[in-house]
């Protein structure tokens, strides 16, 4: 309980918690916060550790720990401080579809920009006012869909997860080509020729056939931009049949 209390304190008053502990001049929560973050978006999740923090810092780990408690508790000020930045476009006066589309747009520009996030689990999210704002803008993009409260949070659960699912993948595509160095169009360059002697067309016709087409009008075996394009569509469009339903059972109340 305490230990969760001191998380909770550090998200909501990370001011009073270092006075509480003492001042190092120049050292605050939000420097030890914002040098994680820099960390995570140069190099990746596993380079953010107490330790490394702390050198980046220009200080002994002990230090570090008068601030922030454990590496977990970090993660977790990162993720709610992201989520604080996060831009939010204005939502009224739209039709539902496009607040929905705008909600997803920033949910994949947040996860483009700092690739970590998806690293981090979604069933325990930081209880901060970061999350806070982001949940309290993104329910909002559903007013007058005609949703109860249940619905409104699985709806909204629903399209976060289509993008968190979409933006992951991007994520993994441009780490494997950046690993490889060598961009999709190379790879089946070097590859298409030696599938083309050993795969036979006619026992597997169906996906000879959609390959090459998908192939030919996407240009890559694998398109997240497409993806993620078609995939928002459908479910905006399995949204709607939710939406609709209950909007007219409202209307006909």
Sequence with gaps: MAEARRT???LWFPEAAERKRGRRPGLTVARVVETGIALADAEGLDAVSMRRVANELGVVPMTLYTYVPDKATLLELMLDRVYL???RVALPDRPWRERLAAIAGENRRLVEEHPWVTGLPASRPPL???LMAKYEHELRAFDDCGLDDVARDSALT???????SSARAAVEERAAAGRGHETDWEWWQERGPALEVIFDQHAYPTAARVGAAAGEALGT?????HAYVFGLERVLDGLSILINTESGRDAGR
Excluded: R
């Design 8 to 10: 909770l304190d550090l």
């Design 85 to 87: 930045a996060m831009p």
């Design 128 to 130: 901060g006012p970061g």
């Design 158 to 164: 629903f399209l976060i997860g289509f993008v968190q």
């Design 221 to 225: 075996a694998y398109d997240p931009d």
